[in-house]
């Protein structure tokens, strides 16, 4: 019997970060049917923002299984398995690169998985690059409207087939509503891993944040993180805010924050980033939230997204008493879903989902726009670097492709991992460094 037919539905989500893991199991909830229950099992795919325990565990999303994987060992894995629905959680060239090697192990078979792919937040950069990679997948989800419109045009425009574009909404939206101020008048600064990325920028943010708490005593002043020194997020950070707080002297009114968002933003008064996911999750809930201008309104930032959102505003504004508005249509175009329609966001997924499970004869073979004919000198470069060939099987050499890894590879695997993370940490920036004098 297929898996399709029976109550449970089996979902697989493959991730390569702590955010899209996040992303990906509650996307792969949202999409469920309301009266069924779901089997979860996650992969993480191993590299170098694998997430660490204590991310897992701050993420607060939880599956039946959950094991590391290398992209090789899971394509074995899905050669083997049987499930409903897969949700790739991947950058654009891990999706691209799944979605070759599932076509190669999937071909003849009469039942697959409907694959799930998207973004985890705001798309503001390479945005045909990003949807042109995910394109092959059954359902690409756009988390708003304006998104659903731009995907729609970029596919359109290069003779895509664009059906696979579905409106959904953020996955991680939720929380009460913001019930007014609270004792004492909480300010939280989300703070993101490369955005801005320069010492001078991240030290001039980290000491208006002070000054912001040295001004306002009668404030909690938050500086949320997202990692420890060390740790990997979806995006490298180099110049920890840790690290440059040691040299500060900051008033006791001032801290550093962990956990997870939803639970800081319950007590949050003002939610203050430069282009952080973290301010629609704010938005949804009609909390005050402000995206920074001090450093411009640049591409670069990401906070040019938030053009027309009535929220930018700057350090001096907020040390005055600024309290932004928010323009109700921009909102309503960004998937927040702050009129009380998150309820129904999924609807349409869940829906085309459904219809697609229940295809006579199964799904087709995948799609992929990239192919070794239509980019010859880009899709092999990608491919490679998941240890895969041009017709997606695993290259000569390919880590564990015919085996599970034994218990030694697996501690060589971590302590590699290890090493690599401390010489992004820790070398890297000190070679910089010496480069610039």
Partial sequence: MPASA??????????????????????????????SDIRLDGFLLRGRATPTARQLQEVGVHADSLREVSAVEFLRTMAQESYDVLVLALVGGGVQAMLHGLKRVWEGQPQRPVIVTGYVGVVYEKLADGLLLRHGADIVLANSRQDAERFRAVYDGVGADSSAVTEVALPFLGGAPYPGEHDPYTVVFAAQPSVPDSRKDRTYLLNRLIQH????????????????????????????????????DPPVNFKLVYGNMGEVLDRTDLLVTISSTAALESLHRRIPTVVLSDLGVREVLGNHHFVGSGCLASWDQLDDGHSPTPDEEWVSRQGVCADGSYATAFDAARERITKLLERPGGLPALTPYYTPATAPGYLPGILARHHLGPDGSPLPGAPAHDREPGPVRQIVRRAARGAYRHGVQRVAPVIRRMGEL
């Avoid at 500086?223 to 950070?237: A, C, D, N, Q, V």
Wanted: aromatic content about 4%; hydrophobic content about 30%; cysteine-free.
């Fill in 213 to 248: 708490a040295r001004r306002h005593p009668e404030r909690e002043v938050l500086l949320k993180l997202r990692s420890k020194p060390g740790e990997h997020t979806t995006h490298i950070e180099e110049l920890p805010y840790q690290k440059l707080v040691q040299r500060l």
């Fill in 6 to 35: 029976t109550k449970t539905r089996r979902v697989a989500v493959l991730a390569d970060s702590d955010t899209r893991w996040k992303w990906g199991a509650l996307t792969a909830n949202r999409i469920s049917p309301e009266d």
